[in-house]
């Protein structure tokens, strides 16, 4: 759809979120592709779970369009032990702003889901179409269905109010400056530490969650900011889409290429007392190639190392990896 009523050296953007991981690669892509206006909301500053902060963030800063990427998120661990506050935030951030960005008149709403939506027996690869064919996997329930839920209040906004707003479901991303805390981190960078923790201590084995069964897809970050950016610019449809890079890895099979790529030469022990989450995920992208141009380009071998390293040169010369 012809979205060339976006006039990027004109508009306001506003990125929710735009101060972490994915959103600071995202805000660089806006700038490059000649978005000059680029607003970051701080959560310092604004508390998007309360309504008044919302408020306040909108009349601050006028946006004429929103890339809300502002979520509270984390891997198994963290949706086992706080799976309330993750439903409700995450709803409660999406589910306000984009009332108050449709009052306000913003121009466009890019909303970012999960692919933790999807039902837990999803058959592979996961189309958008199979979006709604069961419930999802137990331990990302919370945090998935409040992230569900803003798909359907932007069709619902979409059909009465004419509102303009599209909805991105991206896979597990990793990349340079991902967030490696003990408590919150997702599986790449929780591998990356473990590994270079222990061969920095000299230990002969480690340990990770569950048998090492389930598969992943992984997108670099990088990608997934281009994917983002692109979607804003060409975008403009009712349909979900998701953002991926196409293929699948066994938990197993990536421990032991990060052990590899980290210089790890010990064992790995599987803790099957942990869970394994979903059992497999890889993400059907043609929609997003063919509705507005996207195909990742990372070589996952290529981004794992340039991953491995930024923690190396950043964090990674102590014996625990701190």
């Known amino acids: 759809m012809d979205n060339s009523w976006l006039a990027p050296s004109e508009e306001r953007v506003l990125v929710t979120g735009g101060a972490g991981f994915l959103g600071s690669y995202v805000v660089r892509r806006l700038h490059a592709q000649g978005w000059k206006h680029v607003i970051v909301a701080h959560h310092r500053d604004y508390d998007l779970v309360q309504m008044a902060d919302i408020d306040r963030l909108l009349s601050d800063v006028r946006p004429t369009v929103i890339i ?19 439903f409700y935030e995450n709803l409660m951030m999406g589910t306000h702003l984009m009332e108050q960005a449709r009052l306000a008149g913003v121009k466009k709403f890019i909303g970012i889901g999960t692919i933790c939506s999807y039902p837990k027996h999803t058959p592979v690869p996961f189309r958008e179409d199979d979006l709604w064919q ?23 906004y979409r ?65 997934a ?19 991926g890079a196409g293929f699948e890895i066994s938990i197993r099979e990536l421990s032991e290429l990060v052990a590899e790529l980290s210089g790890f030469h010990g064992q790995i022990a599987w803790d099957t007392s942990k ?8 993400l059907d992208t043609s929609r997003a190639e063919q509705q507005f141009g996207f195909r990742a380009s990372t070589d996952f071998r290529t981004g794992l190392r340039r991953t491995i390293d930024w923690y190396e040169q950043t964090r990674g010369s102590s014996p625990d990896g701190s």
């Open 225 to 243: 900011a281009e994917a983002i950016v692109l979607a804003t610019e060409r975008y403009d449809k009712a349909e979900p889409v998701n953002i």
């Open 68 to 86: 809300h990427l502002a979520a509270v998120v984390g891997g198994i661990g963290a949706n086992r032990a706080s799976p309330g506050r993750f």
């Open 159 to 223: 059909e009465q109010y004419g509102f303009n707003a599209i909805h991105l479901l991206p896979v597990n991303l990793y990349g340079p400056e991902d967030n490696f805390d003990d408590e919150s981190s997702h599986v790449i960078p929780a591998l990356i530490k473990k590994c270079i923790s222990a061969r920095n201590a000299g230990h002969a084995e480690l340990t990770a969650w569950g048998d090492g069964s389930p598969t992943r897809e992984f997108l670099y970050v990088e990608d």
């Open 275 to 282: 869970p394994n989450g979903q059992p497999r995920r890889c």
């Open 134 to 156: 069961g419930y999802p996997e137990e331990t990302n329930a919370p945090y998935g269905l409040a992230k569900k839920m803003l798909l359907v209040q932007a069709q619902a």
